[in-house]
Structure formats: structure tokens, C-alpha cells
């Protein structure tokens, strides 16, 4: 892929801020539950190609949970979020990264 920018961070524990501002932009219980089951946390943020294409690869690659974190409006993104285990997160990204030189 050609022409992509992407930024990854990827965080090994989360602080309870941290959670706090991620459960109030994605609105999500559901969220706040896995928060509770995994450590780790990748945000992902791109094109809205990339990032669809980052998700798929992410949940094949390792046993993630992806989840959107929403812009401001409807048609905008803001990132990508993948929740799991320190490792499983960090098989997911490197994944995505080989991926995406492809």
C-alpha cells in the first residue's frame, strides 16, 4: 500500500483517565467491560481505508477486541482502538505494520 500514513501508539497498562476518555467518546458499556479483561491498548489513527483495512488484519492476526473511537461528526474517524493482552496487541500491530508495507 502505497501513500499511507498511520500513527500507532500503543499503551502496555492504561490509567483510569485514560479509560475515562475513551468510554466517554465511544459511548460504549460494552467497552468499559473489556477495559476490565484486557491491559493493553493500541490506538491506530489514518484514512478511514487504512484503518478499516488495520482492523481486519488486527482481528485475524491475534485475539483482539477493535472498537471505533468517533470523531466529531458521522463521516470522520478519529482512530482505531485494539484492546487485548499486551501480547496479543502487540502481534496485532506488528501484523498491521508488515501488512501495510506490502
Known sequence: MQGHSMKIRVMK????????IIYRRTKS???R?????N??????????CDMIFASDVA?????????E????CP?????????GAASAVDEAVQKIK???EN
Do not use: R, W
Open 13 to 20: 497498562t492504561v490509567s483510569e483517565g485514560t479509560k475515562e
Open 29 to 31: 458499556e460494552e467497552i
Open 33 to 37: 467491560n473489556l477495559f476490565q479483561v
Open 39 to 48: 491491559s493493553a491498548l493500541a490506538l491506530i489513527h489514518g484514512d478511514v
Open 59 to 67: 482481528q485475524k492476526a491475534s485475539g483482539v477486541e477493535v472498537f
Open 69 to 72: 473511537v468517533p470523531g466529531t
Open 75 to 83: 463521516q470522520h474517524m478519529t482512530c482505531l482502538g485494539i484492546l
Open 98 to 100: 508488515e501488512e501495510l
